[in-house]
């Protein structure tokens, strides 16, 4: 079979800066207060027919369940047999916050006290498969979880089956909740977090991320059914990619050599060179480490004559397994708005670093083109996705 063209055709999204596809594109442009990016006000309720049916989902679950509706409302109906429609939600650590809950109960009321809910609620397949019985979907169903890059990771592998004729329609993207006390407890103990509680890509002050949460779906089809069916057609991805550092498990290789891997790979499977990459969506964490093995692996990569880069994590924060997700989702928002948003809380651009042409200040106006979204996971995981402007 020869291989499909995937495109986009609806974004779900649900983050601390907007739910809803509109709203989160609006939050990319606002300055952020200092502290976590939680969801604070966060309503399921929507989503869910009753309060049961909602109590037995984690967090995590509750945003991907979100996040997929309204990309399937985008999306319209779907022309496609239902075994031909599967779900790729990636996450990096599942459903922490009932694990928490119930270790604790038991530790305090016995074990008798235990969820017998709490298994199918703290495994990190039960977003994908919430959204599988959800929705009658009986096509692959799967969860990739590489720490910060099982979002990127699960765009990539769902398109890719699109693309070969596996599938004929994908949800994919990520989703992650994990705010709680021990969660927070062992990203501060391992310095990973920001002291002042600002996320400053690139920036000569950054000393680490600011924790997130959130998810992000898009709905996935082969382009010429979902062209036949009058679905608005918001993008295509063109291919993608993944490379591990095998350096360390936390610590990128310093030169940015998987990075490099990564993107080459994908460019190579998108079949476009670098010179037609016309935006970069950087992982761009805030952490010292990962900023510098980055930004130094875009100057090889490109060199004077890299695109534009951008790092929404300023606005959104570090959303782990959903990070990659959410910034696809950027990029579809900017190419549908013919804008790139600002790298917030970049002010100073770190004078060791190379000198890339980051979007600071405002947004800037674009002729959407080509863009590479980049995530880097602890383990050394990397992904790269490939994303271009509808036909």
């Known amino acids: 079979m020869s291989?499909?063209?995937?495109?986009?055709?609806?974004?779900?999204?649900?983050a601390p800066c907007g739910v809803g596809f509109e709203a989160f594109w609006d939050g990319l442009l606002s300055p952020q207060e200092a502290g976590f990016r939680e969801l604070k006000d966060w309503d399921a309720s929507p989503w869910f027919e009753n309060a049961k049916q909602m109590r037995r989902a984690d967090r995590f679950s509750q945003f991907a369940l979100a996040a997929s509706q309204m990309a399937l409302d985008q999306s319209g109906d779907l022309d496609a047999d239902p075994a031909r429609i599967g779900v790729l939600v990636g996450t990096g650590i599942g459903g922490i916050n009932t694990t928490e809950t119930e270790i604790l109960k038991r530790h305090e009321k016995g074990e008798r006290r235990v969820s017998p809910f709490l298994i199918p609620m703290m495994m990190p397949n039960a977003a994908a498969a919430a959204v599988s019985i959800r929705h009658g979907f009986q096509g692959p169903c799967e969860t990739t979880v590489t720490a910060c890059a099982a979002g990127t990771h699960s765009i990539g592998?769902?398109?890719?089956?699109?693309?070969?004729?596996?599938?004929?329609?994908?949800?994919?993207?990520?989703?992650?909740?994990?705010?709680?006390?021990?969660?927070?407890?062992g990203f501060r103990n391992m310095t990973a977090l920001s002291t002042t509680g600002v996320s400053c890509p690139?920036?000569?002050?950054?000393?680490?991320?600011?924790?997130?949460?959130?998810?992000?779906?898009l709905v996935l089809e082969e382009l010429e059914t979902a062209q036949a069916r009058g679905a608005k057609i918001l993008?295509?991805?063109?291919?993608?990619?993944?490379?591990?550092?095998?350096?360390?498990?936390?610590?990128?290789?310093?030169?940015?050599?998987?990075?490099i891997r990564s993107m080459k790979s994908a460019l190579g499977d998108a079949g476009i060179?670098?010179?037609?990459?016309?935006?970069?969506?950087?992982?761009?964490?805030?952490?010292p480490l990962n900023d510098a093995a980055e930004s130094h692996a875009y100057s090889t990569l490109f060199g004077e004559s890299a695109p534009p880069v951008t790092s929404i994590k300023g606005v959104t924060g570090h959303a782990l397994g959903a990070a990659g997700a959410l910034e696809v989702a950027s990029v579809v928002a900017s190419m549908q708005k013919k804008k790139?948003?600002?790298?917030?809380?970049?002010?100073?651009?770190?004078?060791?670093?190379?000198?890339?042409?980051?979007?600071?200040?405002?947004?800037?106006s674009w002729e959407p083109g080509p863009t590479i979204s980049n995530s880097f996971g602890f383990g050394g995981h990397n992904g790269t996705v490939v994303v271009a402007p509808a036909p």
């Open 340 to 364: 790139l948003p600002p790298t917030i809380g970049l002010e100073q651009l770190d004078p060791e670093l190379p000198k890339l042409d980051f979007v600071q200040g405002e947004a800037r």
């Open 157 to 185: 592998n769902a398109a890719r089956l699109v693309q070969n004729g596996y599938a004929d329609v994908m949800l994919a993207g990520g989703s992650e909740a994990a705010f709680n006390r021990t969660a927070v407890a």
């Open 235 to 259: 993008g295509l991805v063109l291919g993608s990619a993944s490379s591990a550092d095998a350096s360390h498990i936390t610590a990128p290789s310093a030169e940015g050599e998987g990075a």
């Open 273 to 287: 060179g670098v010179d037609e990459v016309k935006h970069i969506n950087a992982h761009g964490t805030s952490t």
């Open 3 to 14: 291989r499909r063209t995937v495109a986009i055709t609806g974004v779900g999204v649900v």
């Open 202 to 217: 690139f920036d000569e002050r950054r000393d680490g991320f600011v924790m997130g949460e959130g998810a992000a779906v």
